[in-house]
Nanobody
């Protein structure tokens, strides 16, 4: 069974930083997999935040986080990271890691494995 486990969430004040990690087991990121970070607020659709093709390192970002968030991967550790800087209250959400085979990076339907989520709360 493939498992994705997120960690690194927490509560910070606006302008602060957090680094999220997504560790995979029963799965490797070395075959140019699409790995994404999504976030969701209760009652709203799951929103694509950032994604990376693990083999070639191509990255994608939502307009709302460009210049503030950085996605990266460590293939040897089967781990993907999301460095979040200059956090804003509107970044508050449950953040999920996802793995897929490629497609539209921002579309949740193109991912076939999901973690349980880690909460990020940004206060003003």
């Amino acid at each position: 069974q493939v498992q994705l486990v997120e960690s690194g969430g927490g509560s910070v004040q606006a302008g602060g930083s957090l680094r999220l990690s997504c560790a995979a087991s029963g799965y490797t990121y070395g075959s140019n997999r699409l790995m994404g970070w999504f976030r969701q607020v209760s009652g709203k659709e799951r929103e694509g935040v950032a994604a990376i093709y693990t083999g070639v390192g191509s990255t994608f970002y939502a307009d709302s986080v460009k210049g503030r968030f950085t996605i990266s991967r460590d293939s040897a550790k089967n781990t993907v990271y999301l460095q979040m800087n200059s956090l804003k209250p509107e970044d508050t959400a449950m953040y999920y890691c996802a793995a897929g085979r490629g497609g539209a990076w921002y579309w949740a339907h193109d991912y076939n494995y999901w973690g349980q989520g880690t909460q990020v709360t940004v206060s003003s």
